[in-house]
């Protein structure tokens, strides 16, 4: 199993910026998967953005195509969600996940996909 530890959470302007990341330790983080997920009250936890293993592939979600950049560094075991032009929309928990499976092929987008989870940090965005 392999524990997780969000960061970089907080308050910000619409049209700011904010970096999040993602502390890893235990699993070997190099050999997975992972992505960050957002959760609003009264609403089921939703993907943002995945990363394969070795990070040449991304995926995001459509209202994250172009605001949002997900990236890792496998040498410090930290993934990161690069997050501009915030809207108030975008405020939620934000959750950092890691595969169940090593070396996937594709990027894993389905909750059910993901073994380990961060504990969360939220982001709020003001109008």
């Known amino acids: 199993q392999m524990q997780l530890g969000e960061s970089g959470g907080g308050l910000v302007q619409a049209g700011g910026s904010l970096k999040l990341s993602c502390a890893a330790s235990?699993?070997?983080?190099?050999?997975?998967?992972v992505g960050w997920f957002r959760q609003v009250p009264g609403r089921e936890r939703e993907f943002v953005a995945g990363i394969n293993w070795n990070g040449q592939n991304t995926y995001y979600a459509d209202y994250a195509e172009g605001r949002f950049t997900m990236s890792r560094d496998n040498a410090k075991s930290t993934m990161y969600l690069q997050m501009n032009s915030l809207k108030p929309e975008d405020t939620a928990v934000y959750y950092c996940?890691?595969?169940?499976?090593?070396?996937?092929?594709?990027?894993?987008?389905?909750?059910?996909?993901?073994?380990?989870w961060g504990q969360g940090t939220q982001v709020t965005v003001s109008s």
């Open positions: 996940a890691a595969d169940r499976r090593a070396f996937r092929a594709v990027v894993p987008i389905s909750l059910l996909d993901f073994a380990s």
């Open positions: 235990g699993r070997t983080f190099s050999s997975v998967a």
